[in-house]
């Protein structure tokens, strides 16, 4: 008798105790393989032995987990075929039964993943999520869909001497104060960003709580007389700390994708600085790129 189908792990590898976040990590344009960063799984060679290092918070049976977790999010298995078993997914990972065990039954608290006696472990219908897409392609418009696509919470608003770095990019005089404001962007119930900005006061001040909790802040700038021109940005990988993971239903020292950007009015002045972490399980960034040839090298370009 053949043996029944199995969905299996898109990239498996040994699990490491080092759960040190590997310096200048960042997955690519679209950011969604971050909780694999964190794990440091090793996938360039499957026969090297787990790299040990003491003193490491994460556990094997919940950097095994969190692949698994990102694995269903992305639709990597199919929901009518049983997961791998326990003593095959602990052979593939190099981990014993009992972690694979743990992570699945983790797995199952959460709702990802159901255990059916006799047949197998398989995945829950919607277990899989569509993430939030954000485009930066040369318009600031799509920054402002987003805001009116998904809900906010506003944590705080306040006025404040702001950063160093910010002052600077905002053109404040050392102590003059700003607005600043903390947000939570949420689609669906489901929280994906952790958003900080920094206006100037002038612009702060004409509108409020409420305002800020209805309206995208591109838009509520946009009134104060200030319309939107361009805007620059970075984006990097970090850490989640206590805070930002409460905000954001995760785990501390889950992997954010984070991005900082500039926005200038029509006449170049920054209007706006904003400090966003994003959840990378539910967050989609995108930008197209053309190819061009400047001074006889080619280069990709953002367009």
Not at 44 to 55: C, F, K, L, M, Q
Not at 84 to 89: A, D, F, I, N
Not at 146 to 174: C, I, S, W
Request: glycine share 8%; aromatic share 6%.
């Amino acid at each position: 008798m053949s043996e029944p189908p199995v969905s299996r792990p898109v990239a498996a590898a040994k699990l490491s105790k080092s759960m040190v976040f590997p310096p200048g990590v960042f997955c690519s344009v679209v950011a969604r393989e971050c909780d694999l960063c964190l794990s440091h799984v090793n996938m360039t060679n499957r026969d090297r032995e787990p790299y040990v290092s003491g003193g490491d918070p994460w556990p094997k049976h919940h950097q095994l987990y969190l692949v698994l977790r990102q694995q269903i999010r992305e639709g990597a298995f199919d929901g009518g075929v049983p997961l791998p078993s326990e003593h095959k997914l602990g052979g593939e990972f190099g981990v014993s039964r009992i972690t694979v065990r743990r992570a699945m039954e983790r797995l199952e608290q959460e709702g990802f993943v159901e255990r059916h006696r006799g047949r197998g472990t398989f995945v829950r219908d919607g277990a899989a999520i569509s993430p939030v897409q954000a485009s930066i392609s040369g318009s600031v418009e799509n920054l402002v869909a987003m805001g009116l696509e998904t809900q906010v919470r506003v944590m705080g608003v306040d006025y404040v001497p702001p950063p160093p770095a910010v002052a600077r990019q905002l053109g404040l005089a050392a102590g003059a104060p700003c607005q600043r404001a903390v947000r939570v962007r949420a689609l669906d119930g489901r929280p994906f960003s952790h958003l900080t900005t920094y206006v100037p006061e002038e612009i702060g001040r004409t509108f409020d709580v409420d305002d800020l909790a209805r309206t995208p802040l591109l838009i509520l700038i946009a009134q104060a007389g200030r319309p939107i021109a361009r805007a620059a940005q970075s984006v990097s990988a970090t850490l989640a700390t206590p805070e930002i993971a409460r905000a954001l239903d995760i785990d501390p020292g889950e992997a954010l994708l984070a991005i900082r950007r500039v926005v200038r009015d029509v006449d170049g002045r920054a209007v706006e600085v904003m400090h966003g972490l994003y959840r990378p399980d539910t967050y989609e960034h995108e930008m197209a790129l053309e190819r061009t040839n400047e001074g006889g090298v080619e280069l990709w370009k953002a367009r």
